[in-house]
């Protein structure tokens, strides 16, 4: 691969595409699962190993190794004292029964891409504008713990550390215990000075297998809203009790769930639902469930339609309260709001496609990730290679090997670039020097 | 109360009552939830702690312990060496957060009982035509370890030891594991042979309240149709996956509740039907559920309008499963018959009734019980007291303590009569001498 790019254009090498190939091979077997998967919930001792594996292979290329107070896995390059950090990264942990690429590519390789660049600044004598760092984030995806994204918001100051070290798990294993059982519960820090952030990810989406496209730049993201709902009805026995007097919790859920996919077949492609977790107690046979909570979302691309069906979802569920003689609370309601990718950054990374020859597009996501949190204060860009199928959250999800290789070239140029030349993109950054 | 009895009418007196008593208040200490309630699922450390304060107490009172293979627990006084015995019993196990009183109350007034007549035919020079005994049966809510009936049906021959001894909980446990770990799992013995069974237990429903009865004398049983079904569908990522390629087994199930709530309102007061436990998979937020497991019963006093509901349910999750591009597959499907009750026992228990001066009537059953096991081999009665406003599976779960004597007098008297003067209600039996 490395031999279609001229010398000019900066790229990983063979041994730093094998250096990323063997990475990934380790990580796919720490938490593999008989189908070809990964389970590695956050925090878990599988995560323990691949942290551990994780944190050798960057000392062993030089990195400094840094571990957060919420288990953010730093590995630093300091080429430019005093200077911001360029940091890429996205985070290990998966949800359950899931793949191997989603998050696990992004820290992999850019993991490699810094080691190449640095590599590339020695061999060219250059002394960047800014560092360079790869980033683990904590349980990106609220699958063990809730809610999703905590390390990266704890990072930008959006979740307080006490709040997210005090999430439970469904045995009741706080956050900081786990890491801390795990050896990764660090020292207080202040955050990392950052001159930007970047972010490469499989696409969860079929768009660009479809047309045949090697990056998606990612522009915009959806909006999405998240309840947490419960019912509260009246534990009885299933047979004697008269159908008249039951409150039955999860006949209530049952309606909502149904109510909740409604809502998406109302807007065609402008809204996404999904119920992916109902909890119920007691759960036994032979009882009316007591209890029932649901984790509701919707995303758009507008917020005025997530309000409207929030809204339609609230007086639904009165409705259903009344009908199956329950209760509701809505437990907690987040919204996210829609944003917009880095202009700069964006097109300097459609700019790289163009000079490595890959062929691009701009993409919008709709899943959340890292990058979306620390777009708020950072340049950032997010930055997709193609998924088969567009499978996500699944054993099945895959990348071609020539796809993943590609996304390392273009991380590693863009980070090249926007580190020897940042002004165009990055207002305000000195050249190299 | 003994007091209003003459000499002539076997009772328990005074001090049976007070014993009585304080077994049922230890009892209720034993896995005591805040509400007031009891929590002590089947061959828990609670169930343990329980068993070994009952066995305690059958010692000291004169009763030989027995505990079979499945951990059936035996108390047997053998007054008439080589004749059959009169079994009483229930269950010492609960739902999750539960009653004090179902299953309990069968027990604990089955051993008081059983002492009382003791002491009864000792104090007349009577040798009765049968031996006494009272059970404990394993597992009969089938909360932790399904199906319920565990301990009685593999009594009757209808459950194969080995079958039921590898029954998991949801946590990997085996009953036989779990049984061995409280030291219940005894030694596989013959049956002990039966006269009859006789079961006391608190109503669940309001009849007998609502009608200011004693005693329901249970003449016949509901029939029940169980199946335990999943659908399949496909994890996914709940974000960016298209709404119309979402394989949703929650969604799927969520149809399935209302669907099989809807059949019970066509049929009135001739059908229950209920879902009481739903198993999503892997149930975290961001995933589109995988798979969703979920036990469906339909209870009716008409096996034809069971069948009827069964063949429609199976027509609509087909349906379902279309509509939502899932599977589904009927994992079991398990049809409890209707059944009479034995006429002769009924009707000497209406006749005690009369003795005793207690108002009591003819009674119907919905939900399972240890005895429709029994009832299939032996002369069985189930007798009802009445539960504060038909309240069950529930920490509200109360009868009154007049309400526990009443019926621990007719079962005394009950087994009092059946075992010296069994002829015309036991058919073949001798009378006492």
Redesign the interface.
Known sequence: MSSLYSPDTPHANAAELAAFDALFAASSAIGATANGGLHRLAASAEDGAMRDLFSRWLSEHGFEVQVDAVGNLFGLVTLAPGKPYLLCGSHLDT????GRFDGIYGVLAGAVAVASVARQLRERGLTPAFNLAVVNWTNE???RF?P?LIGSSVFMGSLPLEQALACRDGAGVSLGEALAAIGYRGEARAPLPLAGYAELHV???ATLEQQALAIGVVRST?A?L?WRVRFDG??????????A?RR?A??A???A??AV?AE??RHG?KL???????????????????LARM?V?Y?SPSTALLAEAGERLRATLAEIATATQTTFEIESEQLREPSELHHGLSELALATCAELGLAASNSV????HDAISLNRRYPTTLLFVPSRN??????AEFTASADLHRGLHLLTALLFRAATAPGQYLPGADHAH
């Open positions: 949800q359950p029964n899931a995806e609220g699958a809730q999703s696409e969860q989406g959806w999405a998240k009246e534990q009885n026995h299933t047979g004697p009790a008269p159908m007097v039955d999860l006949l859920a049952a309606h769930i149904v996919r998406a077949a492609l996404h639902s999904s119920v992916g977790r109902l909890e119920v107690e007691p759960n036994s046979p032979n009882v009316v469930p007591a984790l979302e995303r996501t709709v899943a959340g567009g499978l996500s959250h699944n054993e």
